[in-house]
């Protein structure tokens, strides 16, 4: 019912020689602690080097046996179809093949399926409910090291769920990082431009996002946790200590998980549950707390969105909720899952950029606008939410239609001038191309959805307003009127 560590393997070793131009799969750099390999797979289609990457993780916890294959399934999904041109299904939710054609010209999806080989070869063969790797834990009787406590993320900190004692099943390890397996994820945090991440467990049908350790705030940016001590085998100790988000990140966070939702319940009508890791129980040393908190901690890394998804319900037994025996409709919510996850980090600027202009200089500048200066009042951020919400239709019939992607690429490249030159300002002749594209976008896109029209023709509106004015008027008017505004 469950793949062993080689089957596992086996799986990706066959998709990589038979797809090598859908599929490359890679040894990460440490051996797991009893000397097996760990690999992670790459897919990726069409042309294009530099693009953002999502980052899929399972088999972190050694008894959450479905996960790692329903990521390995994935895989062989998403390749087949994209190599067929098939149409992904999972009971009602569908993905075009025009959909996953996007995800995989757009991004690289790297996926590996199971970080702790150790652990799930033990659960397989000697103990089911084993949680960590096989750390021998010097001085006493106990091994193991809880994966997913071990990174350097308020490491060392007992809140809640988390313990510096060897013996216990959420013992942190020895310090940050001390583990050759939760190396291997923070090598590819470092090595690729990985935009999301997921750290797939089981069990609670919950889609969990920062923070973890702390209950949430968007009020006060002197909350944070680079001010924390840290390996205090301790709890925080901060009376009323709440960690700062950024509201523009907590937006994208609650959004797109949001959307992981609705397409899980989209697939049999499973009801998964948004919500930040804090409220579930308090943890430290969390893959998908670090993989976002590591801008936070080094301004000069790319941001990365974490993710956790916990798959599945509590059913009688807790051996039957880790590994149900017939896992079959919980993968299915699984792959849905974090399919969207990836579908939701699709950039369209990006596509253009890469695709057609061959560089990113002007996404790039646009994009701080957005970072720096939309995302700083609440009419921005609703100007973002909208650009999110229309993205993928949008990309979509870029991918597919080069005469329409030309004209919005030139329309970027003139976009970035303007914000780069202060003196130019926006003629008649830039709004007037960029509502003619506008009102393709809107019959062709929003045909079959209505928002997309509404939000196509809210931006028409602003970008009429912007007849004669410079890059930074036009900034200002967005930061002060949202798009719902006359």
């Not at 200066?373 to 080069?402: C, N, Y």
Request: charged share 25%.
């Amino acid at each position: 019912m469950y793949r062993t560590v080689a089957q596992l393997d086996l799986v990706g070793s066959q998709l990589a020689t038979s797809f090598p131009q859908v599929c490359t799969r890679t040894q990460l750099p440490e051996l797991s602690l009893q000397g097996r390999p760990v690999f992670a797979l790459r897919l990726r289609g069409g042309p294009g080097g530099n693009r953002r990457g999502v980052l899929l993780v399972g088999g972190t916890h050694a008894r959450e046996l479905m996960n790692p294959d329903a990521l390995v399934e994935l895989a062989v999904d998403l390749v087949t179809s994209y190599v067929n041109g098939t149409a992904v299904v999972y009971g009602g939710r569908t993905w075009t093949a025009l959909d996953v054609k996007l995800i995989l010209e757009s991004l690289d999806v790297w996926i590996v399926p199971c970080v702790n080989p150790d652990g799930r070869h033990r659960v397989m063969t000697v103990d089911n409910m084993w949680r960590g790797n096989l750390r021998d834990n010097p001085g006493t009787p106990c091994d193991g090291v809880d994966l997913n406590r071990n990174a350097a993320f308020v490491w060392g900190v007992t809140e809640g769920q988390t313990s510096c004692s060897p013996c216990s099943e959420v013992f942190v390890g020895s310090g940050a990082f001390s583990e050759p397996e939760t190396r291997n994820v923070k090598h590819l945090l470092d090595t690729r431009h990985i935009h999301s991440f997921a750290d797939v467990h089981s069990f609670s049908e919950l889609v969990l996002y920062p923070w973890g350790h702390a209950h949430s705030q968007t009020d006060d940016p002197g909350q944070r946790f680079t001010s924390l001590p840290t390996g205090t085998c301790a709890p925080i100790g901060v009376p009323g200590y709440r960690e700062y988000i950024t509201p523009r990140d907590l937006l994208r966070f609650t959004t797109v998980a949001g959307r992981v939702v609705e397409a899980i319940a989209a697939v049999r009508g499973r009801a998964y549950t948004p919500q930040t890791g804090r409220a579930l129980y308090a943890t430290t040393g969390t893959q998908s707390d670090y993989a976002y908190s590591r801008h936070i901690a080094d301004p000069a890394l790319h941001k990365t969105y974490g993710f956790t998804i916990e798959t599945g319900p509590r059913v009688e037994t807790v051996e039957d909720s880790f590994h149900p025996r017939d896992p079959t409709l919980i993968k299915r919510d699984a792959k849905a899952g974090v399919l969207a996850l990836a579908q939701q980090s699709v950039c369209a600027f990006d596509l253009i950029g890469v695709r057609l202009l061959g560089r990113q200089t002007e996404v790039d500048a646009l994009r701080r606008v957005r970072d720096e200066q939309l995302a700083t009042t609440g009419a921005g951020r609703e100007w973002i939410a909208l650009v999110e919400r229309v993205e993928l239709p949008v990309a979509s019939l870029m991918l597919d239609d080069e005469r329409l992607a030309g004209r919005a690429a030139a329309l970027i490249e003139r976009a970035g001038k303007l914000v780069a030159d202060a003196k130019l300002v926006v003629s008649d002749q830039d709004v007037d191309q960029g509502l003619a594209l506008l009102n393709e976008l809107a019959e062709r896109a929003g045909a079959n959805d209505e928002q997309v029209r509404v939000d196509l023709k809210a931006v028409g509106v602003a970008l009429d307003r912007a007849r004669g004015v410079s890059a930074a008027e036009v900034v200002r008017d967005l930061m002060s009127r949202g798009p719902l505004e006359k």
